[in-house]
């Protein structure tokens, strides 16, 4: 009987531990998925739960809560477990890093592109980045693939698959022309040298693409990345001047030119080479054509009258030149706050925003300028639009005043977008498809 009594005990005490570890746990669940679901509420809130660019889905039957994807991830607050699976709370506000895709240990995550309510173009591109049309290529943020490390990947992997195609006896000036002078197309110019083939490299503006437009103060998040003729690479962050001078050091050493401000205007075929001609006339020839000139395209304009003013520029090189002035930033992305906040501390700022409100900014990037509106560093007016940039004025109006009212001013910033290279793409003949919510990485 005494036997009896201490096994009912000890079974009865391990039950007992058994059922207050699962309360536990099913308690730190709820509270867990409780803050998420509020997290996901703010985000909606916000404007920033849909996604504008790449984005992690997890397929909830194979998710087993590991939290690694969470850990994983650069930026704060993507994803959330909620209900025992990871969940996505901020889509907006996620860089395409794929670290999370990396560390799932089951697989469980794919990246997305676009979503059912809203599309993004994308290029058709086989595996070895090569499009419909032969011996064109496409490398870096134009095929859906954003962010430095994963630019400077394709760029390698895309000259490398060119290499086998090359023939020795092509009348062509150039085995190989990269348009295109950001991480992709300079990770692309590497490849090109290590492999001994006779490229050359052609920018719309300046060395850097994409990098080169952010503020100087901006900072680049970026992992590991290995750069051809270079070896590994770690910048967790740093500013566009430092990776700006990192890569100018590293073409350099390996006497590496780029021909900047040289626009492709056409591109045409003859036989098995490409003729490709410049906006400032300069015709060159090539057997394969490689395109890393990212998303953005020309910047978008406002088309009102004094916009080709010399005192209207569409991105913000060194800030820290440009003192006691009164400054217009048009736009209520991160690019316009960014630079917003830069001009702030020594010039007067106005911020014109076509909403009624800022959506979709980083986190720190609301914050700021949330502080700044409230300390008076930085006037914002919403819903307005720009009509004329006069030599001393700028003209606008509100949708809470009917008449047409002017600002003093020295300087306009726009920062309206970009027009994507949609149009150029096609008169080449490559196709283009709308992508809503499809996987263009999954395992």
Request: with cysteine; net charge neutral.
């Amino acid at each position: 009987m005494e036997i009896l009594i201490e096994q009912v005990v000890i079974y009865g005490s391990a039950i007992l531990l058994t059922v207050l570890v699962l309360y536990i746990y099913v308690k730190k669940q709820l509270r867990d998925s409780k803050v998420v679901d509020q997290k996901i509420e703010y985000a909606k809130e916000d404007g920033v739960h849909e996604p504008v660019s790449l984005y992690p889905v997890v397929d909830p039957n194979r998710c087993i809560k590991s939290g690694a994807c969470i850990e994983a991830c650069p930026e704060k607050d993507i994803l959330g477990i909620r209900n025992g699976r990871a969940t996505i709370i901020n889509a907006s506000h996620c860089i395409g890093h794929g670290a999370c895709f990396i560390s799932c240990p089951v697989e469980a995550i794919s990246l997305f592109i676009g979503t059912e309510k809203r599309g993004v173009d994308l290029p058709h591109i086989k595996p070895t980045f090569e499009t419909n049309v032969a011996g064109i290529y496409i490398a870096g943020e134009l095929g859906g693939m954003g962010l430095i490390k994963n630019a400077v990947k394709q760029g390698t992997e895309a000259v490398e698959n060119i290499f086998k195609t090359i023939k020795s006896d092509s009348i062509a000036n150039y085995d190989l022309i990269i348009v295109g002078a950001g991480p992709a197309g300079i990770s692309a110019s590497l490849t090109a040298k290590k492999l001994k083939l006779k490229a050359l490299v052609l920018e719309q503006d300046t060395l850097g693409g994409t990098v080169f437009t952010f503020p100087r103060a901006k900072i680049v998040m970026t992992s590991e990345m290995e750069i051809p003729l270079h070896g590994k690479v770690r910048l967790h962050e740093t500013s566009k001047k430092q990776l700006l001078e990192l890569w100018k050091s590293i073409l350099t050493k390996n006497d590496i030119q780029i021909r900047e401000n040289s626009k492709v205007e056409s591109v045409t075929s003859d036989g098995d080479l490409f003729k490709i001609e410049t906006i400032n006339g300069e015709l060159f020839t090539a057997q394969r054509l490689l395109l890393a000139i990212g998303r953005r395209g020309t910047p978008r304009k406002l088309k009102i009258p004094g916009e080709d003013s010399e005192k209207v520029a569409y991105r913000l090189l060194e800030p820290e030149q440009i003192q006691k002035k009164d400054i217009l930033v048009v736009g209520g992305g991160d690019s316009a706050i960014e630079s917003a906040l830069l001009l702030a501390d020594t010039n007067h700022v106005t911020l014109s925003y076509r909403s009624n409100m800022f959506s979709r900014l980083k986190p720190k990037n609301a914050i700021a300028i949330n502080n700044a509106i409230k300390n008076k560093l930085i006037e914002v007016i919403f819903s307005s639009i720009i009509t004329q940039i006069k030599p001393d004025l700028v003209l606008y109006t509100t949708d809470e005043s009917s008449e047409v009212l002017n600002m003093k001013n020295d300087l306009v910033y726009i920062f309206a977008g970009g027009e994507l290279p949609t149009q150029f793409l096609k008169k080449i003949g490559i196709d283009i498809s709308t992508k809503y919510g499809e996987a263009i990485l999954k395992h």
